[in-house]
């Protein structure tokens, strides 16, 4: 290949640019979930993820009253700090924030640049300073309610695990801390009902035993396939290869009848079930062609020494087959971790029941449609075991689909 | 008991059970119905042989034909019948579809994601698996690149939601529009072109598979031909396109039909990004709005979803049957 990378280097930074960008462009989408999962829900909606490390700008609106109004020569003064009142602390936990402009009504909240003097109708006065301390005077003692005070603040990056505690709790951090003194901690909350962790365990719960029980029905069958000889052997081959791609769109209703007929009706029960009958084919398929791989000595030796077919089998072949085992149980793991169809159909759509997937589609994007670091939050929470299962088994997922598709 | 609790039982009752089927009918099979001793050892030991596939393969051929197998041949004809299930229709429910202008929407939304995302993901896996292929990085790059296969289309819809957000400071797409001075849009919701912004979440899903397996076709190239091209003086573009891909041709049909079956049984991006509306419906969204109100004519969509994939079904059978050979 010296003849292309000598021939022109430019070529050469050509092709690294363009995979540089198509690897950022494959990586933007993904980021800026993650980015946005970690901030503040007000930061999210005031600018976009892109720039979370930067200061961002947002309006504050608050009251003056620090202090009660007091005499001052003339007039009537309240000063104070427009940052350390308690409607503006509690959007501001990191602190750091400075004010760049304040205005007097709602409809210029940033009228007048910090430092400055404004000028009410009524011949008030009010000056915001950029540390946020305030001065506002009156001719009269003011009544009712203290005055209002609009500023604009930048803040600085606010990076929170608050989206992901909502997330799995269902309770926002207020109701959480009015739970912590109740005495109910995070942990408990968890475990309690509504929460996405509850939907998190049903996931695995439906997701373990549909992995471990095909592969073993599927490696006795693989194994009659690749090495024994029988009468309707390349039939069930071509039914198996055959049945790979029905559309399980059609497998739905009947089953869903017969589950109901036979007492399983919509349950785990059921859904093990039927992600065992539908990862079959795939798992006999590809654990045949491995086996079918496999030195022909070594069987016929065994056979020789009078091994049966069973010893053979469980000692010889399952344990060489591990590579071809272990693409398949990641291929469904994957499959039914991701899995929103079956999900749908042969679970209940309760909340005890419920799947991350289902909730996530029918539940958040529904209801909470516009709350994004929640929504962030509850697609990383589905997104992270997969991604982390797909990062350490790469080699063998890799495997598993060049046996699959390329043959 | 918790569902937990019963996942673990089902676990060990199926691993044990599993196991012990597989043990005792073998013992069973050598011991008592055709034990290797007495007058007939001989011919005992070649029957319980030729009886012994079949106790391999029974509980798998028992699952598919529950789980696979009757589903086709029952939806085939729960599709004859009327939305109750009570009364027999004939081709009722195909006829009905036929002339609903969602179901032919569907049908012509379908056809465009088959023949859409197949070829874009295709060719982007191919090229990214050229380019990558004598890069020093490329491992990595490859990798983030797959990394989207191991989301949820689900996920990935989110993902890409936050994408085409109309407000510009949440969605990059308005965000890059605002900086030039456009107007926000809504992607999903302009009509005709929302289907291909919904195609790209899964061709952003699908390239990382075709590039996958395509590369691995590019490394298995002979390198006589590749270097017999460079002395025979073929630049790098000539190189690719008369030397490298007539070569894996084969492969390059395995990966389009294999997301082309995908393509037809994706329900998720449609469902969870517009719900079938503004025009984007397709036959598998289509069928679950059916679901549980009409089961005649759900079960009628699948079947011609079936229909549909038939074709590439013939051809896999074929194409194993004579690697058999």
């Known amino acids: 290949m010296q003849g292309i990378a000598g021939q022109a280097p430019a070529l050469k930074w050509a092709v690294n640019i363009a995979v540089a960008l198509l690897v950022i462009a494959w990586m933007v989408p993904t980021l800026g979930l993650l980015v946005s999962s970690f901030r503040d829900r ?15 700008e947002m309006t504050f609106r608050t009251r003056a009253d620090d202090t009660p109004a007091r005499i001052e020569g003339e007039s009537w003064v309240i000063e104070g700090n427009v940052l350390a009142t308690s409607e503006v602390a509690a959007r ?12 007097l009504t709602a409809r210029e909240p940033a009228a007048f640049p910090a430092g400055t003097q404004a000028t009410t109708r009524d011949g008030d006065t009010l000056s915001v300073r950029a540390d946020g301390s305030y001065r506002y005077t009156a001719a009269s003692q003011p009544t009712g309610q203290a005055p209002r005070v609009y500023f604009a603040a930048l803040t600085p990056p606010d990076l929170t695990l608050d989206n992901y505690m909502t997330v799995l709790t269902a309770q926002d951090a207020e109701r959480r801390a009015a739970a912590e003194v109740r005495g109910v901690g995070f942990w408990q909350l968890m475990f309690s009902d509504g929460g996405i962790f509850r939907n998190f365990i049903n996931t695995f719960t439906v997701t373990i035993p549909a992995t471990i029980i095909p592969i073993l ?3 006795f069958a693989a194994y009659a396939l690749a090495w024994m000889e029988f009468p309707g052997r390349a039939l069930l081959i071509a039914a198996v290869v055959g049945l790979l791609v029905v559309p399980l769109q059609l497998a739905l209703v009947p089953l869903l009848n017969l589950h109901n007929r036979i007492g399983i009706g919509q349950s785990f029960v059921g859904i093990w079930l039927a992600h065992t009958g539908f990862g079959l084919p795939l798992a006999i398929y590809l654990l045949r062609n491995y086996m079918a791989g496999l030195p022909r000595d070594i069987i016929e030796s065994a056979r020789v020494d009078g091994a049966t077919d069973f010893q053979i089998f469980t000692r010889i072949i399952l344990p060489l087959s591990f590579p071809a085992l272990a693409s398949f ?4 793991f994957l499959w039914t971790w991701n899995d929103l169809l079956v999900a749908k159909v042969f679970l209940p759509s309760d909340d005890t029941s419920r799947v991350m997937t289902v909730r996530i589609a029918d539940d958040l994007l529904g209801s909470r449609g516009g709350d994004w670091g929640i929504l962030a939050a509850a697609a990383f929470v589905s997104i992270a075991v997969p991604v982390l299962v797909f990062f350490t088994m790469q080699r063998y997922l890799v495997r598993g689909l060049l046996a699959g598709s390329v043959k | 008991m918790s569902p937990l609790v019963q996942g673990l039982l089902t ?15 073998n013992l069973l099979l050598d011991r008592v119905v055709f034990p290797a001793r007495g007058p007939d050892q001989g011919r005992n030991i070649n029957r319980a ?28 004809w729960r599709s004859l019948f009327n939305r109750a299930g009570s009364e027999f229709v004939g081709l009722g429910n195909y006829a009905a579809l036929f002339q609903d202008s969602a179901f032919r929407l569907a049908l012509m939304n379908n056809a465009l994601w088959a023949l859409v995302v197949p070829a874009v993901s295709t060719f982007l896996g191919l090229l990214i698996a050229q380019l990558t292929d004598r890069l020093a990085w490329g491992n990595i790059a490859k990798s983030l690149i797959f990394m989207p296969m191991a989301i949820s289309f689900v996920g990935a819809s989110l993902i890409w939601k936050f994408v085409y957000a109309g407000n510009p400071d949440i969605g990059i797409l308005n965000a890059v529009r605002d900086t030039f001075g456009l107007a926000p849009v809504d992607p999903v919701q302009i009509p005709f072109w929302n289907n291909l912004f919904l195609m790209v979440i899964l061709i952003w899903i699908q390239t990382g598979f075709a590039m ?3 590369s691995a076709a590019l490394r298995g190239i002979p390198e006589e031909t590749v270097e017999a091209a460079i002395i025979d003086g073929a630049g790098p573009l000539q190189l690719f396109f008369r030397i490298k891909v007539p070569q894996i041709v084969g492969t390059i049909l395995v990966v389009w039909t294999t997301i082309t079956i995908l393509v037809l049984k994706v329900f998720d991006i449609v469902y969870t990004m517009t719900g079938g509306n503004f025009g984007t419906q397709i036959l598998p969204s289509y069928m679950m709005s059916l679901m549980f109100r009409d089961d005649g004519r ?3 969509v699948a079947v011609v979803i079936m229909i549909v994939v038939l074709p590439v079904m013939i051809w896999n059978i074929r194409q194993a049957r004579q690697e058999m050979r």
């Open chain 2, 11 to 25: 676990i060990l009752v199926g691993v044990f059970g599993c196991v012990g089927y597989f043990y005792a009918a």
């Open chain 1, 329 to 332: 149980a990641i291929f469904q």
């Open chain 2, 212 to 214: 996958v397996i395509l």
């Open chain 1, 217 to 219: 029905i599927a490696a």
């Open chain 1, 42 to 56: 007000d930061q999210i909606s005031a600018s976009g993820w892109w720039r979370a490390p930067i200061a961002v």
């Open chain 2, 298 to 300: 759900a079960t009628a």
């Open chain 1, 92 to 103: 501001l936990q990191g602190g750091g924030a400075r004010v760049t402009a304040f205005g």
């Open chain 2, 49 to 76: 042989n030729s009886v012994r596939p079949w106790l391999f393969v029974l509980p798998a051929v028992l699952a598919l034909s529950v789980y696979l197998v009757y589903p086709v041949v029952g939806s085939l």
